[in-house]
């Protein structure tokens, strides 16, 4: 078993990222390759709902790791459709163990979940280790817990599946539609003049625990390693930080002074999610290494100069 130290560093793998060309998937092949690995994935060119799709690339790949990132991650859009967020992240991820355990059976499998597993209570505490009960309550947080069961049950079959709960991880590059991003390039579009100077947030009273995805990209990397003993693992910051706090960090970065208007349809109550990532940093010596306010200003940074593109 890995100690507490530096960062695990597994032996060169064939590694196969299922949603390779989303946000975090686009930023892990490089980083794995940076590992020196060899890393190939795919993205909608193969439906990890289809079991002879998906069986083709993995019989082409024929990697010794799989990183399943593949799934419908929108929260709000999970509401909207909640049968093709059930299909994409419950069926994608039995379909993958599936084929998994039928031509790579000793391959290492990473099973991406989310802190949202947990539910999110309503008054701060302790941060959520892996023992808290999970509370799932969106159709997203649903299907997650339920692939995460999957994943359990194959591991209790002998396949080697590490089940990962990732609490929220920002960086450049990440879509609007995701809090920290949301704000970043509203004050990036009010600093240019190309916004009023008003600002559509939704509650900022709640806490949520935030990560540069670089640093979960170190976590992904470290959980590679065989010795590490395939278990469930939080990916998190251990910060516990108020939206409010996100919101006045980029407002004062940017140099502006906007209107906040509460937006309904953005609006739920006061909630709280912080996780506890010792666990981790116990099997792999994994640590986050970047500070909020660097992960706000590269987000603000690569806003600014995207609506500078489009002039």
């Given at each position: ?8 560093q597994?032996a ?24 020196g ?45 909640p ?12 379909t ?7 031509v ?6 990473l ?24 509370r799932?309550?969106?159709p997203?947080?649903?299907s ?61 009273d709640?806490?949520?625990d ?5 640093d979960?990209?170190?976590?992904y ?12 693992y ?8 108020p ?10 970065l ?55 593109r489009?002039?």
């Amino acid at each position: 078993m890995a100690i507490a130290g530096p960062i695990c560093q597994p032996a060169r793998m064939r590694v196969f990222v299922t949603g390779a060309s989303g946000f975090v998937g686009r930023r892990l092949l490089p980083r794995l390759r940076a590992a020196g690995h060899e890393a190939t994935g795919c993205d909608r060119e193969v439906d990890v709902t289809q079991p002879e799709a998906l069986r083709a690339a993995l019989v082409r790949a024929e990697p010794d790791a799989v990183i399943h990132l593949a799934a419908m991650s929108d929260v709000a859009l999970s509401w909207r459709e909640p049968l093709r967020c059930y299909r994409i992240n419950f069926v994608g991820t039995r379909t993958l163990l599936t084929e998994v355990a039928r031509v790579r059976p000793a391959a290492r499998v990473l099973l991406v979940g989310s802190a949202d597993q947990y539910g999110p209570t309503s008054e701060a505490g302790s941060p959520f280790d892996e023992t808290t009960p999970q509370r799932p309550r969106s159709p997203y947080a649903r299907s997650k817990a339920a692939a995460e069961a999957l994943g359990t049950q194959a591991a209790e079959q002998g396949l080697d599946v590490v089940r990962i709960r990732a609490f929220n991880h920002t960086g450049a590059g990440q879509s609007d539609q995701f809090v920290a991003s949301s704000f970043a390039r509203q004050v990036a579009r009010i600093r240019l003049g190309r916004q009023e100077a008003s600002l559509r947030v939704g509650n900022l009273d709640s806490v949520r625990d935030f990560l540069h995805v670089d640093d979960v990209l170190d976590a992904y990397v470290a959980l590679l390693d065989p010795s590490v003993p395939a278990a469930v693992y939080n990916v998190a910051g251990e910060r516990a930080t108020p939206i409010r706090d996100v919101l006045d960090r980029l407002v004062a970065l940017a140099g502006v002074a906007p209107r906040v208007e509460v937006d309904p349809d953005r609006f739920r109550p006061t909630d709280w999610l912080v996780g506890d990532s010792s666990r981790l940093t116990r099997a792999t010596g994994w640590r986050p290494r970047t500070s909020l306010d660097a992960i706000l200003r590269e987000l603000y940074e690569h806003w600014l100069a995207a609506e500078c593109r489009e002039t």
